[in-house]
């Protein structure tokens, strides 16, 4: 391990708090962002001699300042400097300090910087590449390959994101209690989303996008820093937690999906789960639900029980009946119905799915399940219907793969019975 | 003597590393450790969560229970080890061990004054 993967963990670590800060000093992302990149560039030279600063955010966001400004005066930079007062304290070691020491100001930047990337003109895709490269400093070949998409592409992706945040005006002003609120959570459903990025793929795409899940907790975790007492950023960070603690188990040694109740259930991380499960502790006390908190208590339910029959079915309906007032899509109502299957058996699970049938026509799990349901109530000939839907409508290989399972099954169980070995 | 060895570090840095780095660092600590269990002087280790999983209850009346850890500082309390040594010298010694395997932070010696194994089975 050498010094230099060292100190990129501490440039890792302090990039959106600098970053956060340059952008509140020259209210222009590519200005904050080369700054900071100068800054980077002087700490790779300066900290193996002089040792790494106390604080290398503050030593960063001091010294990229500096470059900033100093390139900006030598005209270097087609560009106006920012109003006098903002600079004016530039050598005041002690302002550096108190700025440092001010920790609602280092929030708000952070939070507006995760904010910015979420901008609601920006599709959903765009939100997540900018943000893995402004906050999260994953360079675009890192981003391009976790989107399986070439270079070139994801660096025009980015460049566009860049330029549409631009020109949105994002106001720099300390932001109000409301303001702060609902910046909260855009920021936190971005952050869910680059996490399904990441656990969402399957197949020999899952370990390229992993990282994604990773980033995604760092964030998490990150904002649930800067607001410690927000029950949903702990039911969030809970979620991605207990989900990704399952990674190892997920996929079979072909990349095949590997459903909840198959999985190895010693290769779960138990130390995420810990700190998942101690979460949702924190978040129960205040009494303040929200579709996170559900979400992870469901996962929760999961991640408690040592085994499949152990799992607390009848609550884990009740959780999904809350999250179906909270946030109704026939989507929850689907993984309901997975639960009630267990509870009330496959005939209520069925009659609650059917309704469902004309919205998810061409939602590759509602056949998925639905041809379960069947195949468990007998009705073969309807389940193998089901299952060749759903296998027009996989995703991906993993998920054919998956239903094609279920088809051999059927296939095997429709066999006369003389034909089967040993009986 | 028993020491306890406070392990304090930037947690955001921490949660940087990546997989391997922190797990490379958890393997030199076990060599230490091992070193330490061999000469039976070993304590009780911690490794705790990130202080995001604290809850800090003020003995205010009516106790006052509130989300994240005791203090607010650059550093935070993220683990630590109960070592017996003979003298402060060979706490400290102990410490640069830990230290020359985990870059970064700082430790804080405190000799114990009343020590309780417990009898928790984790």
Same mark, same amino acid.
């Given at each position: ?65 500096? #470059? ?79 989107? &399986? #998409? ?71 975790? &990150? ?116 639960? #009630? ?68 099954? &059927? ?13 | ?81 109960? #070592? ?39």
């Amino acid at each position: 391990m050498t010094d230099a993967a060292w100190i990129d963990a501490a440039l890792t670590s302090a990039r959106p708090q600098a970053v956060g800060a340059l952008l509140r000093y020259f209210r222009n992302l590519d200005t904050a962002e080369e700054a900071f990149q100068n800054a980077c560039l002087r700490a790779l030279k300066s900290w193996p001699q002089n040792g790494p600063p106390r604080d290398p955010a503050a030593w960063l966001i001091m010294v990229g300042r500096n #470059v900033a400004i100093d390139d900006i005066r030598r005209g270097k930079k087609q560009q106006a400097l920012p109003e006098e007062e903002a600079i004016s304290d530039l050598d005041d070691a002690e302002e550096q300090l108190a700025e440092r020491l001010d920790g609602s100001h280092y929030r708000d930047d952070i939070l507006r910087l995760l904010f910015i990337c979420c901008h609601p003109d920006l599709p959903a895709t765009q939100q997540i590449a900018l943000a893995l490269r402004i906050v999260s400093g994953l360079t675009v070949k890192q981003i391009a390959r976790a989107f &399986l #998409v070439s270079e070139a592409a994801m660096e025009q992706r980015i460049t566009r994101a860049k330029a549409r945040v631009a020109d949105a005006n994002v106001p720099f002003e300390t932001p109000g209690a409301v303001e702060r609120s609902e910046r909260l959570t855009s920021v936190a459903a971005m952050i869910y989303l680059i996490f399904n990025e990441g656990y969402s793929a399957s197949g020999d795409t899952a370990e390229i996008r992993a990282p994604l899940c990773e980033e995604a907790i760092r964030l998490a975790r &990150l904002l649930l820093r800067l607001f410690q007492g927000e029950p949903e950023i702990m039911g969030l960070t809970a979620l991605l937690l207990i989900q990704h603690a399952r990674a190892a188990a997920r996929f079979d040694a072909d990349g095949a999906v590997i459903l909840l109740d198959d999985q190895d259930r010693s290769l779960w991380n138990k130390p995420l789960i810990a700190e998942g499960l101690a979460l949702i502790d924190k978040a129960m006390r205040h009494r303040r639900s929200g579709p996170y908190q559900v979400q992870a208590a469901i996962a929760a339910l999961h991640a408690r029980a040592e085994k499949p029959e152990d799992t607390d079915w009848t609550q884990i309906d009740l959780l999904y009946g809350a999250l179906e007032i909270m946030q109704p899509s026939p989507v929850v109502t689907l993984n309901r119905a997975v639960a #009630v299957s267990k509870v009330r058996g496959p005939q209520a699970a069925l009659d609650m799915i059917e309704p469902l049938a004309a919205r998810l026509s061409n939602y590759f799990h509602f056949f998925g399940v639905r041809g379960a349901f069947l195949m468990q109530l007998g009705r073969n000939d309807e389940a193998r219907t089901a299952f060749d839907r759903a296998i027009a409508l996989a995703n991906t290989s993993a998920e054919a793969a998956h239903i094609r399972m279920h088809l051999d099954r &059927l296939q095997r169980d429709s066999q006369p019975r003389g034909k089967k070995a040993g009986k | 003597m028993l020491y306890a060895i406070l392990c304090y570090h930037d947690e955001d840095t921490v949660g940087s590393w990546t997989k391997e780095q922190d797990a490379a660092v958890m393997t030199k600590l076990a060599v230490v450790q091992d070193k330490l269990t061999k000469q039976g002087r070993l304590g009780p280790v911690a490794r705790l969560l990130p202080t995001t999983a604290a809850t800090t209850l003020r003995k205010d009346d009516p106790p006052l229970v509130l989300d994240g850890p005791y203090a607010e500082t650059k550093e935070q309390l993220l683990g630590f080890y109960l #070592v017996d040594c003979k003298d402060l010298d060979e706490a400290l010694a102990v410490a640069s061990d830990l230290g020359a395997a985990n870059p970064g932070g700082a430790y804080e010696i405190r000799p114990v004054g009343h020590f309780n194994p417990g009898s928790a089975k984790p």
